[in-house]
């Protein structure tokens, strides 16, 4: 154990920065106008989440975040969007067993209302109601992820 100044030394702080966030990818479809675009038509809309992390040194990690969204009205395609928004991280001073956490749950945590507002802004653009996804729960996505690698292992 080390002492400063009488005491023990504290360990270094935990800490997350974020250093850039980008669109990595956009894409917008609007296949069927200017019919999609008449009133009154209630459309099913599905949406996917996914989230991936490509480590760029020791401390710094580009993590993206994908979400992809469909409308459709009587099987017909109304719009489709996918959009990749990326942000680059650095995270010091965390324990490796949480590492994984941090990058799958806190840095998408933090990137999603810059998201939200992309594909918002874009649906409205393509000639929609602007399109304001639900607030997304990172950590059962993580959870999600953990279950389906735990019988990749078992048959490794």
Same mark, same amino acid.
């Given at each position: 154990?080390?002492?400063?100044?009488?005491? =023990?030394?504290?360990? =270094?702080?935990?800490q997350l920065s974020? /250093?850039?966030?980008?669109i990595?990818?956009? *894409?917008f479809?609007n296949p069927n106008?200017?019919?999609?675009l008449m009133p009154?038509?209630?459309?099913?809309?599905?949406?996917?989440?996914?989230?991936?992390?490509n480590? /760029? *040194?020791d401390?710094?990690?580009?993590?993206?975040?994908?979400?992809?969204?469909?409308?459709?009205?009587?099987? &017909?395609?109304? @719009?489709?969007?996918? /959009?990749?928004?990326?942000?680059?991280?650095?995270? %010091?001073?965390?324990? %490796?067993?949480?590492? %994984?956490?941090v990058?799958?749950i806190?840095? =998408?945590r933090?990137?999603? =209302? @810059?998201?939200?507002?992309?594909?918002? &802004?874009t649906?409205? &653009?393509?000639g929609f109601?602007?399109l304001? /996804?639900?607030p997304?729960?990172?950590?059962?996505l993580?959870? %999600?992820?953990?279950?389906?690698?735990?019988?990749?292992?078992?048959?490794?």
């Amino acid at each position: 154990m080390s002492m400063t100044n009488g005491g =023990p030394e504290a360990a =270094p702080q935990p800490q997350l920065s974020v /250093l850039a966030q980008y669109i990595k990818d956009l *894409s917008f479809e609007n296949p069927n106008a200017p019919r999609s675009l008449m009133p009154n038509q209630q459309p099913q809309i599905g949406i996917q989440i996914n989230v991936d992390a490509n480590p /760029l *040194s020791d401390t710094d990690i580009e993590v993206a975040l994908r979400l992809e969204g469909k409308a459709e009205h009587e099987s &017909n395609v109304m @719009f489709a969007f996918e /959009l990749t928004f990326a942000g680059v991280f650095r995270i %010091q001073n965390v324990p %490796q067993e949480s590492l %994984q956490a941090v990058v799958l749950i806190e840095c =998408p945590r933090l990137l999603f =209302p @810059f998201a939200r507002e992309i594909v918002a &802004n874009t649906v409205r &653009n393509g000639g929609f109601p602007p399109l304001l /996804l639900d607030p997304f729960d990172f950590v059962a996505l993580y959870r %999600q992820k953990m279950e389906q690698a735990q019988p990749d292992q078992a048959m490794a």
